[in-house]
């Protein structure tokens, strides 16, 4: 419980040589399949970088699963029955580099396999500010809302750590954001630990991070547009009463279930 207020006193020493800021969340996403990982945030006055450990998940999934596929060879054992389950490969962690000045985050996905874009994300959100406040692990937090791209969400920030950041693209606060929810608690962001000291990944370009070769540069949007066109298009087509095929668009999932170029039905 009182791990982040030493590391904060600890730190804060230091903080007028050093103006970097470390953060550990603990992720929890509850959806079909209920998942728990690390990330961490770096950051300064002018940027942050948020890391999404996926691989340290994905090293955890592949022992499961050969623990799980052992006890299935078992069990068909003396039969033609064959058990299997894929594991999707994860080469890297996920990043997300935010510019404050710009107002933008970028970061790199997969369209396919072997064929990865360069996202550039105009994202905000508008925040409302409550008065509502606890102590979260003894230091003072506020309440905030906001509507993001189909989601609702609750966040607590700390204004006695002024950097505007916080877990995933969420941003923007006067203060880091210390915990963060959605309102369904689907998914589910808590700092567990808070630093100043130095991170090289900081100063790195994301092409350093993710060494595949990046075919494209792309706006959210194209990609969105690219990723439907690619995935989706020939698995969800109808045909009309002139024997045409029309696409209908995939139900989303996740934690952006709506785009700004798009309406919120809400």
């Not at 790199?108 to 925040?127: A, C, F, G, H, R």
Request: charged letters at 30%; hydrophobic letters at 30%.
């Amino acid at each position: 419980m009182f791990r982040i207020l030493f590391l904060l006193l600890v730190s804060t020493s230091t903080r007028a040589q050093n103006t970097d800021l470390y953060v550990v969340y603990d992720q929890l996403f509850d959806n079909f399949k209920r998942v728990e990982r690390k990330a961490f945030l770096y950051a300064n006055e002018q940027t942050a970088l948020y890391e999404d450990d996926l691989l340290t998940q994905y090293k955890q999934d592949i022992q499961e699963n050969e623990k799980w596929q052992k006890e299935q060879d078992e069990k068909n054992q003396g039969s033609n029955t064959k058990s299997f389950r894929y594991i999707p490969e994860v080469k890297y962690n996920k990043f997300y580099k935010l510019n404050r000045a710009e107002k933008t985050i970028n970061y790199i996905e997969p369209v396919v396999k072997d064929y990865y874009v360069y996202i550039t994300d105009k994202v905000s959100q508008n925040w409302k500010l409550t008065n509502e406040k606890k102590i979260i692990n003894d230091i003072e937090c506020f309440k905030a809302t906001t509507r993001f791209r189909g989601i609702d969400w609750e966040v607590w920030y700390a204004p006695s750590i002024p950097y505007p950041y916080g877990p995933w693209k969420l941003h923007g606060l006067p203060g880091l954001i210390v915990q963060a929810n959605d309102f369904n608690k689907r998914t589910n962001y808590s700092a567990s630990k808070i630093e100043f000291k130095q991170n090289d990944k900081l100063n790195k370009e994301l092409t350093e991070l993710v060494t595949d070769p990046i075919s494209e540069k792309v706006t959210l949007q194209k990609f969105i547009e690219m990723r439907d066109e690619i995935l989706d298009r020939p698995l969800h087509t109808d045909r009309d009463t002139n024997g045409t095929y029309q696409r209908k668009v995939k139900k989303r999932y996740g934690v952006e279930l709506i785009y700004e170029w798009e309406k919120d039905k809400k």
